[in-house]
């Protein structure tokens, strides 16, 4: 691959390179570079508006360069103040321990493992003094006159430029010591990795990250060492449309989740972001999506076709094409016929009580369908539920309607209602858990 073509792949979906002539002359060097992406394990699943830099960094091993997967659990203690209005909780080590069990094994979904282009390490290894991976190289206390040093290299008038600080101070929200050290720590691991390896050569972030990786670049020539080059990449909004992909909003994709809940999110995103999710989700190649940006503006094809190839090609990356293929075939049976899907969970009824009828919001829970009786309640109230296809709002339902039909929450949700198991005893009391009762205490 040319120098040309290798930037045209690095640069796409990217928002920023500092500095372009600095990649350049990188790239031109023919050796192999030292590319870094920081991941803080607050939390312990990856969503596809992580896989935004992770993708980006296999574009990276795929020119053969060596990728540091850098897990920041050190700094996941502080907590990253970037878009935030408020201080972050802080996290206990234990929590953030856990949470980054988690990541090497669901980046392997995307990143080569290779070691000659892959390595994980940890921020621990340099401000905590401890080895996840048990290296001998790089092992420090990170004691105070370490700090003292660090923390004579930026002022604290460059800190508070931040644009989310001094928002908060505008607003007479607190700033506290511990975020002013967060921009620090990040700049202080391409500082150490240069020092490892000899050189730091691209760190990638998010657009929010910006002013740490900036950091990064400045501590790296107050230590000696050549600047490293810096590529921002685009926040990727959510199942919403609107907020950055979040587990806390709800509005994310996970790239574990099972193939039939990944493809139904996709197929529910704004059809602005089709374009969007192509070119940073997916490998197809730009003349296609120029076409798919073509027909979306002249409306010459229907974005739900649109949205099933892009969901397609996701599921495909994240489980396999028979996978993608049978959920396909699902979503349009479901959605296109109006029919729904063969393989439906299937939740046996009480025993027959004669008359009475059945409570609809027992149901719900006891099929898993809503997580609470008050979740239940307020899906009928919304007109979230559906009985053989048609809206149900009533609680309760003659048990002789039951048996056989589908009971369904929104478009993707369905269980179906069978008669009780064979040997069920009729029940001398009403069952709490369908007839939502409350049992009477003993006396």
Known sequence: MTTSEARQLICRGAVEIISESD???KLESRRPLIVKAGFDPTAPDLHIGHTVLLRKLRHFQDLGHTVIFLIGDATGLVGDPSGQTVTRQVLT????????????HQVRKILLTDRAVFEVRYNSEWFLGRSPQLRTSGLETFDFSRLVTLASTMTVARLIERDDFAKRLRAGKPVTFLELFYPLMQGYDSVKLAEQYGHCD????????????????????AYGHPPQVVLTMPLLEGTDGVQKMSKSLNNHIGISEPPEEMFGKLMSIPDALIVKYFTLLTDVSEPRIKAIEQQLATRAANPRDLKLELATEIV????????AKRVRQGFLRVFSLRKPPDDIPELPLPVD??????????????????????????????GGVKLNGTPLTITSIPAAETVGAILQVGSRRFLKLVRPSAGARKPTRPNPAIEGRKPKKKA
Do not use: I, M
């Not at 234990?94 to 988690?102: F, I, L, S």
């Open 316 to 323: 495909v990356q994240y489980h396999s094409a028979e996978a």
């Open 93 to 104: 080590w234990e929590q953030v321990r856990a949470n980054a069990a988690t990541y090497q």
């Open 202 to 221: 691209v760190e990638l972030g998010g657009t929010d990250q910006t002013f740490n990786l900036l950091v990064g670049r400045e501590l790296l020539r």
């Open 23 to 25: 990649l350049n002359a």
């Open 353 to 382: 009580r004669g008359d009475e009828p059945l409570d609809v919001v027992g149901l719900l829970v006891e099929g898993k369908l809503a997580k609470s009786r008050n979740d239940a309640r307020r899906l009928l109230r919304q």
